[in-house]
């Protein structure tokens, strides 16, 4: 081919090139398509989630009873089933102990899920043995482990052996509110603990070597590193752990109901069986929708609290 032949064929590639270009939108169009598979799904699952908090928070409005709602005329009161309920002293009692039961179920579920996680990071035999071992009180139905646990501080449980063995005396573990409610919370945190350490175990694990090794260089021994590399580059996910712990914990019911059903005298009575009892043991429905509404603002208000503390 001659020289001009490969410069006409050289021009004529180009214009080739500027013409597609200038078809070529500058914005490229987006493609809805891929999304219009999974919007029956979408909207199926929004539908399911919206409507019990709509339905729950309209009837919280209304003078719901067993005799109003097979009439279906349940007449709009306002505020009064939330007045009630504040006027009620079970229920500030339930408030407080769904506070503590948070706070102390997710300080010491944290706490062991981060311990755990730095203990895993080395290697030794039998590991993922362990770590597989270690997920069971998380994979395992929280009916299980709350007959389990129900059964550890039965009168004539093995909790109870044991302190007699050691001397200390049998301890009314169900059966008097000042130790009924930390078992609940002992029963929780076992329950609880893996999902921390899963997800703080996963966070370490994606942190890079060599920062640790630029601070072993520099002299930091194990504990410096882990105040000033770890934890800070662990932030994100231990935002994301605490969240969902917080949420996970306030809506505790089935543990505390099967193991205590919320006594010895309101002892371990949180708001989840309030609402319950409420609702289905005095059949006051829209006290137990406002109640069940008055929960979700105080999970909304402790998460606010704890990213706030997080951001100081």
């Known amino acids: 081919m001659s020289t001009k032949a ?48 709509v339905y729950s928070l309209t009837l919280s409005f209304r003078q719901a009873t067993v005799d109003t709602f097979v009439s279906g005329n349940m007449p709009f009161n306002g ?7 504040v006027a009620d002293p079970v229920f ?16 010491f579920q944290f706490s062991i899920g981060f311990l755990l996680a730095l203990f895993f990071q080395a290697n030794f035999p039998l590991k993922n043995f362990c770590l597989a071992l270690l997920l069971i009180p998380w994979v395992s139905p929280v009916l299980t482990a709350a007959n389990i ?37 002992v029963a929780n945190i076992w329950i609880g603990f893996p ?4 997800l703080l175990y996963a966070g370490m694990r ?30 994100p996910v231990s935002v994301a752990v605490l969240t969902l712990g917080t949420i996970y914990t306030v809506k505790v019911f089935d543990l505390v109901f099967i193991m205590t059903g919320g006594g010895p005298a309101n002892g371990t009575q949180l708001l989840s069986t309030y609402a319950y009892q409420v609702g289905f043991s005095l059949l006051n429905f829209g006290e137990a929708a406002a109640i069940a ?11 606010l609290v704890q990213l706030l503390l997080q951001r100081k």
């Open 92 to 107: 500030w009692r339930a408030v407080v102990n769904t506070v503590l039961f948070a706070f102390f179920s997710i300080l």
């Open 206 to 235: 994606s942190i890079p070597a060599e920062v640790y090794e630029a601070a072993k260089i520099d002299g930091a021994r194990f504990w410096k590193r882990v105040a000033h590399i770890t934890l800070p580059m662990l932030k």
């Open 79 to 85: 505020f009064t089933q939330y007045q009630a309920a």
């Open 195 to 198: 999902f921390n350490f899963i």
């Open 293 to 303: 509404t008055l929960m979700v603002l105080l999970v909304l208000l402790l998460n």
């Open 149 to 185: 646990f129900k059964g550890l501080f039965n009168e004539i449980g093995p909790v109870n052996q044991i302190s007699h063995l050691i001397g200390l005396g049998p301890f009314p573990w169900l059966a008097d509110p000042a130790y009924a409610f930390p078992a609940t919370i």
């Open 6 to 53: 490969k410069i006409s064929a050289t021009q004529d590639g180009q214009s080739v090139i500027e013409e597609r270009s200038r078809r070529v939108p500058r914005k490229a169009r987006f493609d809805v398509s891929p999304y219009m598979f999974i919007l029956p799904f979408a909207i199926f699952c929004l539908a399911l989630l919206l409507y019990p908090v």
